[in-house]
């Protein structure tokens, strides 16, 4: 049976989110036109900009807008930051007689104000922290609504989207595309010798080497159970012959991993075929794969093609093809 060294950290789903708020010249121009907006409206009110004490207008509530305004639409921070700057106007208004708390004594006037700032801050501050949670949670749904929540990969779903897409691509482009189905064999046993965790850990690390060593313009995801499948964009073109696939020579990246074989079989209809040994990740696979160097005519498609055999479980490291390191499972040639 395989054994599996199990990483005792905590698995966490949501480890590779990113929350934070990604800024563009839109959103820094709103800022910057949010800042000046308070600082006008702080200034008319607390430090006399604007004459305006003879109407005795509740002017103080003019700052609530702008306030709501950062928090909702950016966080805590930012609307710390806003609150900051309507505080440094409103004690130096109050402290030099401006603004609508200046009554009585000095001490009365800055105890008016700083209730004020208080009560408005905590209602900013609560609105911002509300706020950010809501758009955390909302990443967390999109996220979960396209990835599997134990690997990480993409789930059923967007493995049928990715699919639909690329098969209408190819029906307009006639550019090829591969899918790839793999299958975790014994995970049943190590489930009921290591435990259910061990489990989920064997299947945690298969994705991480699937999203390792696949391309960008890949898809690897969770079909489902210990199933897993890759969709291979711009994939190189491969033949199929009585169900096992032969990949070009130019698709196999790593060519140290094939060494020459004295085995030799013959097909009818295909020729001679010669065997390769793999030597992958210090283990040995005799006679793993084959080609057949000077093929027949009916199968001159497939010549120095390499196939690989179902007991050649080792990762290949394939070049164009997505350099996805699990080979498909095929049978011995017939």
């Not at 308070?38 to 002017?59: E, G, H, W």
């Not at 700052?63 to 950016?74: D, E, G, K």
């Not at 209602?123 to 922290?129: F, H, K, Q, S, V």
């Amino acid at each position: 049976m395989a054994q599996f060294t199990v990483n005792a950290q905590r698995f966490d789903p949501y480890k590779n989110f990113n929350f934070r708020v990604k800024w563009d010249w839109r959103r820094a121009a709103e800022l910057l036109a949010l800042g000046v907006g308070l600082m006008t409206v702080s200034q008319i009110v607390f430090c006399r900009l604007f004459d305006l004490s003879r109407a005795n207008y509740p002017l103080e509530y003019l700052c609530i807008p702008f306030l709501v305004w950062a928090a909702l639409r950016y966080g805590p921070r930012e609307a710390a930051s806003a609150m900051l700057l309507l505080s440094v106007n409103a004690i130096w208004g109050t402290l030099h007689r401006f603004g609508p708390f200046a009554v009585g004594t000095k001490n009365e006037s800055l105890l008016l104000m700083q209730s004020f700032v208080c009560i408005v801050a905590v209602m900013t501050l609560g609105l911002a922290a509300m706020a950010a949670e809501r758009r955390r949670v909302d990443e967390q749904v999109r996220s979960l609504a396209v990835t599997d929540p134990l690997t990480g990969l993409a789930n059923y779903r967007t493995l049928m989207d990715v699919l639909d897409a690329e098969i209408r691509r190819f029906d307009r482009t006639e550019r090829p595309f591969t899918l790839l189905m793999l299958d975790l064999d014994g995970l049943k046993g190590i489930n009921d010798r290591y435990g259910h965790l061990t489990g989920s850990r064997a299947l945690c690390r298969v994705a991480e080497i699937m999203r390792a060593h696949c391309r960008g313009i890949d898809t690897p995801a969770r079909y489902g159970g210990d199933e897993f499948a890759v969709v291979i964009a711009e994939a190189d073109s491969y033949e199929t012959v009585e169900g096992n696939i032969y990949f070009p020579p130019s698709s196999i990246k790593d060519k140290s991993i094939l060494q020459p074989s004295s085995l030799t079989t013959v097909c009818p209809w295909k020729g001679t075929a010669a065997y390769y040994t793999l030597n992958v990740d210090g283990k040995t696979y005799k006679d793993a794969a084959w080609y057949y160097p000077e093929p027949k005519d009916k199968a001159k498609n497939i010549k120095d093609h390499v196939a690989f055999c179902k007991c050649s479980l080792a990762p290949v490291s394939v070049g164009r093809m997505g350099r996805v390191r699990e080979q498909m499972l095929t049978s011995d040639p017939g």
